[in-house]
């Protein structure tokens, strides 16, 4: 369970350099100017740190449990599989609300979709190749 414990704050802290490298880019704060009028003027980085490390806990922990679930036999691929599952359900869902309910370009769309495209499999990758296969010693 340690083991899931740090992999998950490993996981976490990957989500932290990747938003800050795929948010803070001239090429984003460009294309994420059309959230300007709605956006907080100061961003709380403690909350959102914590936030991301939850989430990598979080991801650590369904990985785990997902694991005879999710498709291919080896690490890569199911990491690989469990990335899309999760892009698709934490990014391709917002970016689809957010199409419907906004007048934001297009191109901030399909760069909110590649950017956590790219986060995600990245992330997903990290926990499966950390993790050991479930069952085996350091999972429990």
Do not use: C
């Not at 083991?3 to 994420?32: H, K």
């Not at 036999?73 to 990335?83: C, D, Q």
């Not at 309910?101 to 760069?111: E, G, K, Q």
Request: charged letters at 10%.
């Amino acid at each position: 369970m340690l083991r899931v414990i740090a992999v998950g704050l490993a996981a976490g802290v990957a989500l932290l350099i990747t938003d800050a490298l795929l948010n803070a880019n001239p090429l984003a704060q460009r294309l994420y100017a059309a959230y300007g009028p709605i956006a907080r003027s100061n961003v709380n980085a403690l909350a959102g740190s914590l936030i991301d490390l939850a989430y990598g806990s979080i991801l650590a922990v369904l990985f785990v449990a997902l694991w005879s679930g999710l498709p291919g036999e080896t690490r890569l691929v199911k990491g690989l599989s469990f990335g899309l599952m999760v892009w698709f359900l934490r990014v391709v869902m917002r970016v689809a609300s957010d199409w419907v309910a906004t007048t934001v370009p297009l191109s901030t769309h399909a760069y909110t979709l590649v950017g956590g495209l790219v986060q995600i499999l990245l992330v997903a990758v990290l926990i499966a190749v950390l993790l050991p296969r479930p069952g085996l010693s350091g999972t429990t």
